[in-house]
């Protein structure tokens, strides 16, 4: 179908951000009826190309053709009215509005006089629901829904303009395995019925069960446009990262010593129920479930984010107070968080403020930070998690995504911790980052850090943990030992088909 | 490959108990203003019978009337996450301009309330520009526009002061006429509020506005011209108060360089403990206007009641602050509630 002029086409674009060159003379070409997958790490500028291909961004040099003709898009409304749909990474919803208004935003059906007709945009929405497939309420407000949800409404919007392109950047990263199977089933649809779609996804898999053609970028350059048939996973991974990939999970051997972390009874009304669980020195954990089981809640509750309403969490033998993640802290408890860019990290400021964020007290004297020591502090992480950074003084937001989880993961090792939690360690980061994560893991927990892991990823959690906890609708439901951990002994105890292996107390 | 097969999205019934829900806490927060209002009416009527008389009546709404038209521009601006603070300054200014121009001579009503609104449209367009185009923090740009108009009214007034012989019959008419027994005044504010409240429902641009109001960033990549609405809500708000401060000559015929001098803080009040959050994204003028009303009516009572007036401003400060604490536990309340039913 290539022999046709693209729908939609980049041609030798160019765009930089400061001294960052994020691209360097790109083309891109999306063809009617044709999936088309943009493979690269993180960083290596996949986001920037959608932005100008959004109207987002403008390239600094080299075009944008719809259709064969050079366009200029000043905004992301002149994309969007040409029939281009983008659905980001991160749901950008109007959490004060309803669904109907999220998706009709700027283009309401409209009544005599330019009203607005809010009885067709209600029966749109109903209508763009059951082709989803969803029970969302579209009157109801966006605050509060789930990611999958927001991906939902960001979906719904797509479709409700019957877009010609459609734009996705790593839609599947919150979704459930039946939510992409839906989704996928909406853009195989809307392929079928002309549109050119264009998709990001870490997961190759996906890359290859959805889409004919890939594009791969690397440092800002196009490695390699073609089609995915005859291709293996193996070899979109070398496009990639330049150079064959190592063991994505270098799991050493351990030995495991006391017990680090104990966790008794502790509930959260209405979110969690009688958890209790051990972590021992020296060994990874993993918590496993399925999105909304409670297992960032308990995570949370550890550390005394959110208080518990009953139970108790002892480090190294004392008992923490509840509710004060500066007593976890001072007892030896460190979490990253899921959402680094909300949670894990403060974007506007630098990489050694953000790594000195835990150890205010210890980088100074008297209330007053020397900046020496802080420095210090910083390029010592630095260079022990390999982080690849300009200057340390540079703003954390101009890192890559797993650039950004290592300065998280360096501002807690810092704190030099006994229970490392992290919750979703590797999510939205690319394989290369994603390895060297899971080897920075492995090697703390060998020195004898006891790690807490929750994730998402199944082959990351068999791949890492020694024992492995499961979750289902706010309890533990079960103890996997790593030698019994298999796909099929995990799904079946997080949907609640039984738990195998013993029962946790 | 994930761990992650979700149960289905909340059942029919959950989603329409999270609508009611969210309506109920916003037809609450009208309604329990709306009683909180009657409760005091009717209280002070106890007290003090005069108080609900004919002239009492007719004096609490004139009074309301300016306040309620100021509420509803600051109304539109708040729910774009500004703020205009510049509006007692317009008031006034437009105020004494309209005085200058009419003084002595007829220019009939309609051109005096043209004027008022051009005066007051300018100072918007000046506010909304630097906010929008200029991209300066809205509270800086609008104070700095509050102490420049004041400046220049009191330059132009030397002192000098408009009184009500020099205005003509017409124009005081206007403030002290009145049709089927209700005066003018509270007519046109309650015009202006329906209008503005059935722009915000039903056009894309007023929904645009709280959009804006409700995540900036979403609104830039919905394609909403954002530049456009918050200097079109700015020339609203600016519009408003030249048209407030003609009807204030139109009402009290004299005028001085310092009138409406503080308003801005008392209109800002009224909004927010009408329900639009000063974050911007919810609220509606309906709200607004109700907290104006509540505020005049406390003021009004407190006189008939004979309790000093320094009170009114502390029962003002205090139902601001309840106002915003209520905003904040139910937000959080709410945000949970919604959680809960989506995620269950």
Same mark, same amino acid.
């Given at each position: 179908?290539?022999?046709?002029?693209?729908?939609?086409?980049?041609?030798?674009?160019?765009?930089?951000?400061?001294?960052?060159?994020?691209?360097?003379?790109?083309?891109?070409?999306?063809?009617?009826?044709?999936?088309?997958?943009?493979?690269?790490?993180?960083?290596?500028?996949?986001?920037?190309?959608?932005?100008?291909?959004?109207?987002?961004?403008?390239?600094?040099?080299?075009?944008?053709?719809?259709?064969?003709?050079?366009?200029?898009?000043?905004?992301?409304?002149?994309?969007?009215?040409?029939?281009?749909?983008?659905?980001?990474?991160?749901?950008?919803?109007?959490?004060?509005?309803?669904?109907?208004?999220?998706?009709?935003?700027?283009?309401? =059906?409209?009544?005599?006089?330019?009203?607005?007709?809010?009885?067709?945009?209600?029966?749109?929405?109903?209508?763009?629901?059951?082709?989803?497939?969803?029970?969302?309420? =579209?009157?109801?407000?966006?605050?509060?829904?789930?990611?999958?949800?927001?991906?939902? %409404?960001e979906i719904a919007k797509a479709l409700s303009f019957d877009a010609r392109v459609l734009i996705?950047?790593? =839609?599947?990263?919150?979704?459930?395995?039946?939510?992409?199977?839906?989704?996928?089933?909406?853009?195989?649809?809307? /392929?079928?019925?002309?549109?050119?779609?264009?998709?990001?996804?870490? /997961?190759?898999?996906?890359?290859?069960?959805?889409?004919?053609?890939?594009?791969?970028?690397? &440092?800002?350059?196009?490695?390699?446009?073609?089609?995915?048939?005859?291709?293996?996973?193996?070899?979109?991974?070398?496009?990639?990262?330049?150079?064959?990939?190592?063991?994505?999970?270098?799991?050493?051997?351990?030995?495991?010593?006391?017990?680090?972390?104990?966790?008794?009874?502790?509930?959260?009304?209405?979110?969690?129920? &009688?958890?209790?669980? &051990?972590?021992?020195?020296?060994?990874?954990?993993?918590?496993?479930?399925?999105?909304?089981?409670?297992?960032?809640?308990?995570?949370?509750?550890?550390?005394?984010?959110?208080?518990? &309403?009953?139970?108790?969490?002892?480090?190294g033998g004392t008992a923490l107070r509840p509710g004060s993640p500066t007593a976890a802290m001072?007892?030896?408890?460190?979490?990253?968080?899921?959402?680094?860019?909300?949670?894990?990290?403060?974007?506007?400021?630098?990489?050694?403020?953000?790594?000195?964020?835990?150890?205010?007290?210890?980088?100074?004297?008297?209330?007053?930070?020397?900046?020496?020591?802080?420095?210090?502090?910083?390029?010592?992480?630095? %260079?022990?998690?390999?982080?690849?950074?300009?200057?340390?003084?540079?703003?954390?937001?101009?890192?890559?995504?797993?650039?950004?989880?290592?300065?998280?993961?360096?501002?807690?090792?810092?704190?030099?911790?006994?229970?490392?939690?992290?919750?979703?360690?590797?999510?939205?980061?690319?394989?290369?980052?994603?390895?060297? %994560?899971?080897?920075?893991?492995?090697?703390?927990?060998?020195?004898?850090?006891?790690?807490?892991?929750?994730?998402?990823?199944? =082959?990351? %959690?068999?791949?890492?943990?020694?024992?492995?906890?499961?979750?289902?609708?706010?309890?533990?439901?079960?103890?996997?030992?790593?030698?019994?951990?298999?796909?099929?002994?995990?799904?079946?105890?997080?949907?609640?088909?039984?738990?195998?292996?013993?029962?946790?107390? | 490959?994930?761990?992650?097969?979700?149960?289905?999205?909340?059942?029919?019934?959950?989603?329409?108990?999270?609508?009611?829900?969210?309506?109920?806490?916003?037809?609450?927060?009208?309604?329990?203003?709306?009683?909180?209002?009657?409760?005091?009416?009717?209280?002070?009527?106890?007290?003090?019978?005069?108080?609900?008389?004919?002239?009492?009546?007719?004096?609490?709404?004139?009074?309301?009337?300016?306040?309620?038209? !100021?509420?509803?521009?600051?109304?539109?601006?708040?729910?774009?996450?500004?703020?205009? !603070?510049?509006?007692?300054?317009?008031?006034?200014?437009?105020?004494?301009?309209?005085?200058?121009?009419?003084?002595?001579?007829?220019?009939?009503?309609?051109?005096?309330?043209?004027?008022?609104?051009?005066?007051?449209?300018?100072?918007?367009?000046?506010?909304?520009?630097?906010?929008?185009?200029?991209?300066?923090?809205?509270?800086?740009?609008?104070?700095?526009?509050?102490?420049?108009?004041?400046?220049?009214?009191?330059?132009?007034?030397?002192?000098?002061?408009?009184?009500?012989?020099?205005?003509?019959?017409?124009?005081?008419?206007?403030?002290?006429?009145?049709?089927?027994?209700?005066?003018?005044?509270?007519?046109?504010?309650?015009?202006?509020?329906?209008?503005?409240?059935?722009?915000?429902?039903?056009?894309?641009?007023?929904?645009?506005?709280?959009?804006?109001?409700?995540?900036?960033?979403?609104?830039?990549?919905?394609?909403?011209?954002?530049?456009?609405?918050?200097?079109?809500?700015?020339?609203?708000?600016?519009?408003?108060?030249?048209?407030?401060?003609?009807?204030?000559?139109?009402?009290?015929?004299?005028?001085?360089?310092?009138?409406?001098?503080?308003?801005?803080?008392?209109?800002?009040?009224?909004?927010?403990?009408?329900?639009?959050?000063?974050?911007?994204?919810?609220?509606?003028?309906?709200?607004?206007?109700?907290?104006?009303?509540?505020?005049?009516?406390?003021?009004?009572?407190?006189?008939?009641?004979?309790?000093?007036?320094?009170?009114?401003?502390?029962?003002?400060?205090?139902?601001?602050?309840?106002?915003?604490?209520?905003?904040?536990?139910?937000?959080?309340?709410?945000?949970?509630?919604?959680?809960?039913?989506?995620?269950?």
């Amino acid at each position: 179908m290539s022999q046709s002029v693209p729908v939609l086409a980049l041609k030798g674009v160019n765009k930089s951000f400061g001294a960052v060159r994020a691209l360097r003379d790109v083309s891109l070409e999306l063809f009617a009826g044709e999936a088309h997958a943009l493979a690269g790490e993180n960083g290596a500028g996949k986001s920037t190309l959608i932005k100008a291909l959004a109207g987002v961004h403008r390239p600094d040099s080299g075009q944008v053709l719809l259709d064969g003709e050079p366009v200029v898009f000043h905004g992301p409304g002149d994309a969007r009215d040409v029939g281009i749909a983008v659905i980001y990474q991160e749901p950008t919803l109007f959490p004060d509005l309803s669904i109907a208004e999220n998706i009709f935003m700027g283009r309401q =059906p409209r009544r005599p006089l330019r009203r607005i007709d809010h009885k067709a945009v209600r029966a749109q929405v109903a209508g763009l629901m059951t082709r989803l497939g969803v029970d969302l309420d =579209p009157d109801r407000p966006a605050r509060g829904l789930s990611i999958a949800d927001q991906q939902i %409404v960001e979906i719904a919007k797509a479709l409700s303009f019957d877009a010609r392109v459609l734009i996705m950047d790593e =839609p599947t990263a919150a979704l459930t395995g039946s939510e992409t199977a839906r989704l996928f089933a909406v853009v195989e649809a809307l /392929r079928a019925e002309g549109a050119a779609v264009l998709f990001i996804s870490h /997961r190759l898999e996906e890359i290859f069960e959805l889409c004919q053609r890939v594009t791969t970028l690397r &440092d800002g350059r196009r490695v390699a446009s073609e089609p995915l048939a005859g291709l293996t996973q193996d070899d979109l991974v070398r496009r990639m990262v330049g150079r064959d990939l190592e063991e994505l999970y270098p799991k050493q051997r351990t030995r495991v010593g006391e017990t680090a972390l104990s966790v008794r009874r502790l509930t959260r009304e209405g979110v969690f129920r &009688d958890v209790s669980f &051990d972590v021992r020195r020296g060994e990874i954990v993993a918590l496993a479930g399925l999105v909304g089981a409670g297992r960032s809640e308990v995570a949370q509750a550890v550390f005394g984010v959110d208080r518990a &309403d009953a139970g108790e969490v002892r480090v190294g033998g004392t008992a923490l107070r509840p509710g004060s993640p500066t007593a976890a802290m001072a007892a030896g408890l460190a979490l990253v968080p899921e959402d680094r860019r909300q949670r894990g990290l403060v974007m506007e400021m630098s990489i050694e403020r953000n790594i000195g964020l835990t150890g205010l007290d210890r980088l100074g004297r008297a209330g007053m930070i020397k900046r020496a020591l802080e420095r210090g502090r910083a390029s010592d992480w630095a %260079v022990r998690l390999q982080l690849k950074y300009g200057s340390l003084g540079d703003h954390v937001g101009v890192l890559s995504g797993g650039n950004q989880q290592k300065v998280v993961l360096a501002k807690w090792l810092a704190t030099e911790p006994a229970v490392l939690i992290v919750d979703e360690p590797t999510r939205g980061i690319d394989v290369g980052t994603k390895a060297e %994560v899971h080897r920075l893991l492995s090697s703390l927990a060998a020195d004898g850090l006891a790690v807490l892991m929750i994730s998402s990823d199944l =082959p990351e %959690v068999l791949g890492m943990a020694d024992r492995v906890l499961v979750m289902h609708e706010g309890r533990l439901v079960a103890e996997i030992p790593r030698a019994e951990a298999t796909e099929e002994s995990v799904m079946a105890a997080a949907t609640g088909l039984g738990g195998k292996g013993r029962s946790a107390a | 490959m994930t761990v992650t097969v979700e149960k289905p999205a909340a059942s029919a019934e959950g989603a329409r108990s999270a609508r009611s829900l969210v309506d109920a806490v916003f037809r609450a927060r009208e309604i329990s203003i709306a009683g909180a209002l009657a409760l005091l009416v009717l209280f002070t009527w106890v007290a003090e019978p005069r108080f609900l008389n004919d002239q009492g009546v007719k004096d609490l709404l004139l009074n309301a009337a300016i306040l309620v038209l !100021l509420a509803v521009g600051q109304s539109v601006v708040v729910i774009t996450r500004n703020i205009d !603070l510049s509006v007692g300054s317009v008031v006034g200014l437009s105020a004494f301009a309209c005085g200058k121009f009419v003084s002595g001579t007829d220019h009939g009503v309609l051109t005096v309330l043209l004027l008022g609104v051009l005066v007051g449209a300018v100072c918007g367009a000046v506010s909304g520009s630097l906010v929008s185009f200029g991209k300066v923090p809205a509270l800086v740009v609008t104070l700095g526009m509050l102490y420049i108009i004041q400046g220049l009214d009191y330059w132009w007034a030397q002192g000098e002061q408009i009184n009500a012989a020099d205005v003509p019959q017409s124009v005081l008419d206007l403030g002290s006429g009145s049709v089927l027994g209700i005066p003018y005044l509270p007519l046109i504010s309650v015009l202006v509020l329906a209008g503005t409240a059935y722009f915000l429902r039903m056009y894309a641009s007023g929904r645009e506005l709280y959009a804006i109001g409700s995540s900036p960033e979403a609104a830039r990549l919905a394609g909403v011209p954002i530049r456009r609405r918050v200097l079109g809500a700015y020339l609203f708000s600016g519009a408003v108060s030249g048209f407030a401060g003609a009807l204030w000559l139109a009402r009290f015929g004299t005028v001085v360089a310092d009138n409406a001098h503080g308003w801005e803080l008392t209109v800002v009040s009224a909004v927010v403990v009408g329900g639009v959050a000063i974050v911007g994204g919810t609220g509606t003028v309906w709200g607004a206007a109700l907290g104006a009303l509540l505020l005049t009516t406390i003021v009004s009572a407190l006189a008939v009641l004979k309790v000093d007036s320094f009170w009114a401003d502390a029962i003002a400060g205090a139902l601001l602050l309840a106002a915003i604490s209520v905003d904040r536990i139910v937000n959080v309340r709410m945000t949970r509630a919604l959680r809960k039913r989506s995620a269950r």
